[in-house]
């Protein structure tokens, strides 16, 4: 189901900046759409309260207009994400440059500049410790509802809660005798893939069909939850969730997202390769995949073992044993257990 799109404010601009953001979007998907009315929505509400007076894209300069648009996104209140505000400055900017072109105004493209995006900021991973999820997943159970139901699910698939609401009731496929697979449809990186299942995530999916209201259309997604639109859904997850973790008697903020991070971590020490674990996520760059997953001092110290414990390949793990002697991982004695490869 599409968001419903809300109004752009009463503005002289809205009628050139609402065709530029159609123009730019034209490729991308609906967020990306609703991503950039969003930014338009911004800018034409702050430019009508701070400077009534420019009404046209000819007033428009980057000193006092862009650049106090620049300083009242950082000022905003709760603060913004760094890549939230990037994102801002990019769409305004990428319109802009759309603008220059259509309208004729060269001038548009040099009002914002690539130094005006704000840095990504750098997050360590966030997966929940045992305990939270231990105690997280005892809660969704007793509680057995829908919601829990699909927030169990996002935390045995690693999907983000977007695909995750968007599956198809036909999800899953058989593989072989007791081997399943989930189809997680286009997500946030326009690709799809197959994810493999156990009986546990087969079940979930079961109950979650039982549990869509009889007067489900046949042929909608397998969460369809009966009312209002597809953004309301996911809200309601992230509240059930919260009341989860109340209940659990958790004191720290926990998101649906974290499920993602507890997944592919969970995967990884399980004896997942890395590049099974990117795949099973859904990520085009193996630095993605890295923000996701926390590696400790045990497992480097597993992965040390086992590489002892293949001397056929000790060719490659000699170069990676010392890598990590180098960054005092482990102790340059411990080399000298490596036995030479075999020719």
């Not at 159609?22 to 998907?29: A, F, K, M, R």
């Not at 760059?285 to 040390?304: A, G, K, N, V």
């Amino acid at each position: 189901m599409k968001r419903q799109r809300l109004p752009l404010p009463t503005h002289p601009l809205a009628r050139t900046f609402g065709p530029a953001s159609q123009s730019v979007t034209t490729s991308l998907g609906d967020s990306s759409v609703t991503a950039y009315r969003g930014t338009v929505r911004r800018f034409l509400t702050y430019l009508g309260a701070q400077f009534p007076e420019v009404d046209s894209l000819q007033q428009l300069r980057r000193d006092p207009p862009i650049l106090g648009w620049l300083a009242f996104l950082r000022a905003h209140q709760p603060t913004l994400a760094s890549i939230t505000r990037a994102n801002y400055v990019i769409a305004l900017r990428r319109m802009l440059e759309d603008l220059a072109w259509t309208q004729q105004l060269p001038h548009l493209t040099h009002l914002l500049d690539r130094d005006d995006v704000p840095r990504k900021e750098r997050h360590l991973p966030r997966p929940l410790t045992p305990e939270q999820d231990q105690l997280v997943q005892q809660e969704l159970l007793r509680r057995n509802d829908f919601a829990s139901n699909v927030l169990l699910l996002l935390r045995h698939t690693g999907m983000r809660i977007g695909e995750c609401v968007d599956l198809s009731i036909d999800c899953l496929r058989p593989l072989g005798p007791d081997q399943w697979a989930i189809h997680v449809p286009l997500g946030k990186l326009k690709t799809e893939r197959w994810v493999p299942v156990d009986s546990t995530v087969c079940q979930l999916v079961d109950r979650i069909r039982s549990l869509r209201p009889p007067t489900a259309p046949q042929q909608a997604d397998c969460c369809y939850p009966g009312h209002a639109a597809r953004y309301i859904l996911i809200r309601g997850l992230r509240a059930a969730l919260r009341e989860a973790v109340d209940a659990a008697g958790i004191s720290a903020r926990i998101v649906p997202h974290q499920f993602r991070h507890t997944s592919g971590t969970e995967m990884l020490r399980a004896g997942v390769s890395f590049a099974a674990v990117m795949k099973l996520l859904g990520h085009k760059s193996p630095h993605m995949t890295m923000e996701y997953l926390e590696i400790t001092q045990q497992d480097l110290q597993r992965e040390f073992q086992l590489a002892l414990s293949h001397p056929r390949s000790s060719a490659l793990n000699a170069t990676l044993l010392r890598l990590l002697a180098r960054c005092g991982f482990i102790e340059p004695g411990r080399l000298a257990n490596i036995r030479p490869a075999r020719s």
